[in-house]
């Protein structure tokens, strides 16, 4: 009698235990919540960058294709062909041989076409991006690993 | 009380269970249906698309960077089908813009079959006829109308030539195709053209990707002089009309590393218009006559023997020969070009009259094993390697071959009986002029990719000769221009040359009314800078090359010693003194 007396103080009341289920449940519910909240905002995010980028990607392309329009206009004006309208139409003519005097300049040397100046080296944009871009969670761990918490 | 709301409680719980396990069964029946892989490959076209990307195709300049081959942007129009609203409209519209009929563009648009989403009305449509039409558009669809819905245009590039027609020798074209034809743009296609990417592009926000980088097509810089090649080509086409030639070719090259500055032959296409081709040409061999098409030279291949002669020890310049007018070999008789006999003559003069018989009887001497070794040393029956499509052989005969006969020995030593391309003369010639080193020819100077140029050496292509006997050479054949008082002299210039007329051979032996009339020449002799080729096909005006192709050289010569800045000798010389 004493012993179920005992057992009977120590039991919770039902409402409480029904009210911890029920806390549990709505924890585990607001966890799965906020997991899946996360998730959407993270792929939401991905998805707009993943659709900038490639709207970004259009721009270059578009951006490349006035390039080459523009080039190939440029080279329309600067053919033979309209270099040389335009010098009769400002008079000149080409020079003839006794007409022509030669000089002795020290130290020049005929400049290298422009074509030849442009070339730029390329891989200079890759290492100016930083590694956050790049890397994956498992690599920057592994960086962080190695290099032991220094800078 | 408590027992009715568990039986409630257990009713809803089934009622929901069943109704779970009877969208899971649906969902399995529709998986495992037989339609299921229709569902899917429905789902699939909509999913995403295969993109090919083609990369921009590399840019070709010459050599001071000005641009020979580019890029320009054209597009391919073409209707939505799934958006088109109203087909007449559509096809009334797009007839009247793109000079099609309207009962082509409609049975387009109403004709297709089930499964056609879009169909192509035109391609290559030039960007202001697009500009004009999504103008129209625009217009239309700022006041409500929809009649247009579903035109579509695609963007892509197409070669574009800004020079049209000049250098289109060298150059080659592009077809639709995308691929090169002659010239450079068959040689480096592989180069010019990158490599296309394919890639799927998911409609699938979520699982956008990154598209790979699709680097352009390698730009090449030539060692063409646009300018120069301007006035050699006009001065070729003057050339045929004037001397009433049928064709012909001229090449300027610089004999100290093999680069080619300006190649001219005819007839020229507009690049920009290669449909043309067919036209104008019956054989590719005719697109670029320097390096497609082997010839008979005639006199100009004298300069090989006489220098092979001379370094093999068999004479010296002084040596002298007692002309006859013509001499036997091999059961058969060799005649000088105008049957005279020209008495005693030494080797300058042997060459200075152009004389058959003396370098007839110069081959008889050396015998076929020196006299062949030495042409076959100085390249000749062998492809000079030029970067430039379709090289053609050209033809040697030695002893051995079943076609070979004694009388070989002597007309060969003059030019008869062995074709060349004016390419490989001019290789062979350049050991001349190169201190007995011949080097190999070559279009390309530089190629630019991903901001790294690449610039081609120079190649000698061995040294058939000493350097004494070039310099021999060299002074001969000023000397011999300069006592006949040649139509090939510059002045201010000392230039060393030699003029050569061949019969052409046909089925039934040498045409006696139709020559070939050809000079190669370079300078200035001390230093040489230029070598020019000349190669005119059947002149009219006079069959000899002396009154023909050796004016040519000079005209040509001159205009090159002014644009690449070359002064006369005794200006040169005062100025490298100070």
Redesign the interface.
Known sequence: MQVTQIIHAYKQAPWRVQRQYTGAFLLIVIGVAMIAALYLMVSARAAITGREIQSLRDEITVTRRINADLEARIGDLTSTSAMQQRARQLNYRPVLPGELEYLAVPNFFVPEPAILLAAQDATEFERIVPPEYTQSLIEWFDERIRLGGAQ | MRQQYAIRSLFLIFCFALAGLGILAQMIRIQSSEQASVFLSQGDLYAGEFRTFYP?RG?I?D?????LA????VYEVGVNLSDLNDPESVAYNLSVYLGLTYDEVYNRLTDFPDTWRYVVIQDYVD?DVVASLQELIQQMKNVGDRRLNGIAFH?H?QR?Y???A?ASNVLGFVARDGRGYFGIEEKYNDLLAGNPVQVW?PSD??K????PRVPNGT?L?LTIN??LQ?RVESILDDSLVQYGAANGAIVVMDPRNGEILAMATTPRMDLNNYNAYFSLYDNGSQYNRVVNMAYEPGSVLKILTMAAAIDNGTVVPQTTFLDTGSIQIGGAVVWNWNRDSWGLQDMTGCLQHSLNVCMTWLSTQMGPSVFYGYMERFGLGRRTGIDLADEALGRLKTPGDSDWYIVDLGTNAFGQGVSVTAMQMLMASSAFANDGKMVTPHVLY?M?R????YNVPSQYGGSPISAQTARTLNNMLANSLEAEASSALL??YRVAGKTGTAQIPTDYGYDPSKTNASFIGWGPVDDPQFMIYIWLQQPTSSPWSSETAAPVFSKVA?QT??LL?I??DN??LA?SS?
Do not use: C, M, W
């Not at chain 2, 991903?450 to 140029?453: A, E, K, L």
């Open positions: 921009e840019l300049y050599r001071n960077g000005y641009l580019g890029n320009r942007t960007a963007p590039f574009s800004p020079e049209d000049l592009v926000p979520n956008a990707t990154e598209i730009d810089a646009r300018d301007a530089s630019l991903d901001g790294h140029q002045p201010g001159e010693v002014i800045n002064p006369p200006v040169r100025l100070k």
